[in-house]
Nanobody, 120 residues
Framework: QVQLVESGGGLVQAGGSLRLSCAASGRTFSMYSMGWFRQAPGKEREFVATINWSGGTTRYADHVKGRFTISRHNTKNTVYLQMNNLKPEDTAVYYC?????????????WGQGTQVTVSS
């Protein structure tokens, strides 16, 4: 397994941008598909985006398509989530996840989360 630590969350006004980072420990980072999930207060955790081991394939939830971009840097063991045109409904704790499969249905590892708050 890999250990994951997110950073980059914060408070931003609607229409603004944030970039989240997720640093992974271990030498097997490139073996994992990586993903971002989020959980808003009173709601279940939901999928946001995922990227395959090479970075060549990505998938997004419909509600973030065109606004969020996931990327990874395997030599730095880091995955990123660039979030543009943020909306108040994007407010949530954002979690990084690692999965040996592309499905992201049952990730092997989770980070501790980073809070993103978007004010209107």
């Amino acid at each position: 397994q890999v250990q994951l630590v997110e950073s980059g969350g914060g408070l931003v006004q609607a229409g603004g941008s944030l970039r989240l980072s997720c640093a992974a420990s271990g030498r097997t980072f490139s073996m994992y598909s990586m993903g971002w999930f989020r959980q808003a207060p009173g709601k279940e955790r939901e999928f946001v985006a995922t990227i395959n081991w090479s970075g060549g394939t990505t998938r997004y939830a419909d509600h973030v398509k065109g606004r969020f971009t996931i990327s990874r840097h395997n030599t730095k063991n880091t995955v990123y989530l660039q979030m543009n045109n943020l909306k108040p409904e994007d407010t949530a704790v954002y979690y990084c996840a690692a999965d040996r499969t592309w499905t992201m249905t049952k990730p092997d590892s989770w980070g501790q989360g980073t809070q993103v708050t978007v004010s209107s």
